[in-house]
């Protein structure tokens, strides 16, 4: 009679797992099938039951512009000395929602669907992920009707290729990082409740922390000139990643369209690979600390 210590000897130890036990964002690769099931389950439910559906994708990033641009372009003549301070406003506004939605959604992803965390293991990353795909699912409207603006004001005859490169660095940069983020504090968010607080503060602060509503020669000005600071704070300004992805997304749909564009920042090239590198470090912190929390999960929910 074989004995079945020989069976499981001959079979290697790779093909068994610990149960319960991930490997990471390399499972979300493996279980591909599971997450565009959570995409498309986040993509078509967003807008059940209503009227409007996916034209809330244009009107609310249209009134969120509005305000802005009526509020602080016309009433405090903020766009003084940049022209074109409409599609220069919309292009880093566009970025700011795609980073404050994948963001926070990854936070509460885990929460969000604590039912399937108690009950059944997969891997829990594949929230976060999914989150920040769905947020750029909804991002493409508004990039697509910021193109709309750009190519009747002649966009096409201005752009080049490093104008198209930088928009898809501008939205690598923002998705890694937003995906950090939320694997960060989502997973310190299933003990501790407060970190969505802190992750709303974040994002009311993001949008004035870059250089969407203003120049970023405005800020250099300010940190320079009045308030006598030097040049490396101006430099390590412009090394948020969300800074520098702003920047990117200028680069590539305000400076074609404006002749009278203010100088490009000085290092645009080397901050981005620079901002890319500290999206990546963030992200696989927020992997680090993720899978250190993650056995606690189903307990702490």
């Known amino acids: 009679m074989t004995d079945t210590r020989d069976l499981f000897s001959a079979v290697p130890r790779s093909e068994f797992d610990t149960p319960g036990k991930s490997r990471g964002l390399i499972d979300v690769v493996r279980w591909r099938y599971l997450l565009r099931l959570l995409i498309r389950t986040g993509v078509t439910t967003r807008y059940r039951n209503s009227v409007l559906g996916w034209t809330w994708s244009y009107v609310r990033p249209a009134a969120q512009f509005l305000v802005f641009w009526v509020v602080l372009g016309l009433f405090l003549q903020m766009d003084r000395g940049i022209e074109n301070y409409a599609v220069y406003l919309f292009s880093g506004i566009v970025v700011i929602n795609l980073f404050s939605e994948g963001f926070k959604n990854a936070t509460t992803s885990i929460v969000g669907n604590a039912a399937l965390v108690r009950k059944v293991f997969l891997p829990r990353q594949l929230f976060a992920v999914s989150a920040v795909v769905v947020a750029f699912v909804h991002f493409l409207p508004q990039a697509a009707l910021l193109l709309l603006v750009c190519l009747v004001l002649g966009w096409i005859v201005n752009v080049s290729i490093l104008s198209v490169l930088a928009i898809f660095a501008g939205m690598a940069i923002v998705m890694v990082f937003a995906l950090g983020l939320g694997l960060l504090f989502g997973a310190i968010n299933v003990r501790y409740r407060d970190a969505e607080n802190i992750v709303e503060l974040m994002l009311l602060l993001a949008t004035w922390a870059s250089p969407v ?89």
Do not use: C, K
Not at 226 to 246: R, S
Not at 263 to 283: D, Q, R, S
């Open 213 to 301: 509503l203003y120049s970023w020669t405005q800020v250099q000005d300010a940190v320079v000139n009045v308030l006598g600071w030097p040049q490396w704070v101006v430099e390590l300004y412009m090394l948020n990643p969300i800074t520098q992805a702003v920047e990117l997304f200028h680069y590539a749909f305000w400076r074609p369209v404006t002749a009278g564009a203010f100088e490009i920042p000085p290092g645009l090239a080397w901050n981005t690979l620079a901002t890319f590198v500290i999206a990546v470090a963030t992200m696989l912190l927020g992997q680090l600390v993720f899978r250190r929390l993650e056995g606690r999960f189903a307990q702490d929910l």
